[in-house]
């Protein structure tokens, strides 16, 4: 696991990570309950979230489930938003940011379309 990101605290890396670990959880939780593979299409986003972090999928995880992991993949992204970064950071500030996006845009998508 990545222990650093350029321009972040401990603090700010374990909010952001927390965040992402509880969406993964989550999303990974409508995988095992929808035999009709549709979530595999945010695996994309969330695996380039998780490589941009330095964290491993799939993790287990032992805590509440969120309602919304999107909401989650935002939240994180506007606190990675806040990240004061040198400008050798910023190209992966941005990127981490727009993964965020991406993936919680890609949940919302399959969501959305599981409810039709």
């Known amino acids: 696991m990545n222990n650093t990101m350029p321009g972040s605290n401990d603090q700010e890396r374990s909010e952001v990570v927390e965040l992402v670990t509880r969406a993964e959880a989550s999303v990974e939780a409508l995988e095992r309950g929808a035999p009709n593979g549709f979530w595999a299409m945010t ?17 287990s995880y032992v805590g509440e489930l969120a309602d919304d992991p999107a909401g989650l993949f935002d939240e994180a992204a506007g606190l990675v938003d ?18 965020l996006r991406s993936a919680a845009k890609d949940i919302r998508m399959v969501a959305d379309a599981r409810d039709v």
């Open 82 to 99: 806040g990240f004061e970064v040198s400008v050798e950071g910023l190209s992966w500030r941005l990127a981490l940011a727009d993964a």
């Open 43 to 59: 695996a994309f986003g969330r695996y380039r979230v998780c490589e941009l972090l330095g964290v491993t999928p799939y993790e």
